[in-house]
T-cell receptor, first 115, second 116 residues
Framework: DSGVTQTPKHLITATGQRVTLRCSPRSGDLSVYWYQQSLDQGLQFLIQYYNGEERAKGNILERFSAQQFPDLHSELNLSSLELGDSALYFC??????????????FGPGTRLTVL | AQTVTQSQPEMSVQEAETVTLSCTYD???????LFWYKQPPSRQMILVIRQEAYKQQNATENRFSVNFQKAAKSFSLKISDSQLGDAAMYFCAYRAFQGGSEKLVFGKGTKLTVNP
């Protein structure tokens, strides 16, 4: 158990809908990262938040957005869902913004199925 | 752009034997970190081992060790005394820091099967 929690574990929804994925980082970790794992694209970095502020952006679509709250939990919002958005979404956390001793620890993931 | 290549989509090993998973990467940066993550059927991503590029000594964690060849940009994972629980997808990952933010790039993964 990494200490990172994600809810829900599974999510099934229809095209065009909007969903919210939630992540609670390990106690004391200030950074949260979101990743998408799909069969064709592999593991892709979406976005990083550090202490409530956006820190780095990867291959995140404009239909997707995220935020990190004062209690450091984070939410990933996916809107206007398409079939291709079906994937496993991971959250990871690390103590800092990415320093010499920083290592990312992953949550169990949320499996999103878009029908 | 940084890339990570795992040339072996699948590997198999007999229980108690040793197996080596390959990883190469491409970067022009000098300060970076490399990782191996394990993803068992539960889909959890588990950190196996990490290597700092500035360290010449290869990292070791119990039965897991790496062969880091910086000039060749190679970072292979050796699993000794393989166990059934080692069966999983293994991902090589590269992390670099740029202007206060970081990027993490994963390879496509190697599926390891352990035969009893």
């Amino acid at each position: 158990d990494s200490g990172v929690t994600q809810t829900p574990k599974h999510l099934i929804t229809a095209t065009g809908q909007r969903v919210t994925l939630r992540c609670s980082p390990r106690s004391g970790d200030l950074s949260v990262y979101w990743y998408q794992q799909s069969l064709d694209q592999g593991l892709q970095f979406l976005i990083q938040y550090y202490n409530g502020e956006e820190r780095a952006k990867g291959n995140i679509l404009e239909r997707f957005s995220a935020q990190q709250f004062p209690d450091l939990h984070s939410e990933l919002n996916l809107s206007s869902l398409e079939l291709g958005d079906s994937a496993l979404y991971f959250c990871a956390s690390s103590p800092q913004a990415g320093g010499s001793t920083d290592t990312q620890y992953f949550g169990p993931g949320t499996r999103l199925t878009v029908l | 752009a940084q890339t990570v290549t795992q040339s072996q989509p699948e590997m198999s090993v007999q229980e108690a034997e040793t197996v080596t998973l390959s990883c190469t990467y491409d970067t022009s940066e000098s300060d970076y970190y490399l990782f191996w993550y394990k993803q068992p059927p539960s889909r959890q991503m588990i950190l196996v081992i990490r290597q700092e590029a500035y360290k010449q000594q290869n990292a070791t964690e119990n039965r897991f060790s790496v062969n880091f060849q910086k000039a060749a940009k190679s970072f292979s994972l050796k699993i000794s005394d393989s166990q059934l629980g080692d069966a999983a997808m293994y991902f090589c990952a590269y992390r670099a820091f740029q202007g206060g933010s970081e990027k993490l790039v994963f390879g496509k993964g190697t599926k390891l099967t352990v035969n009893p």
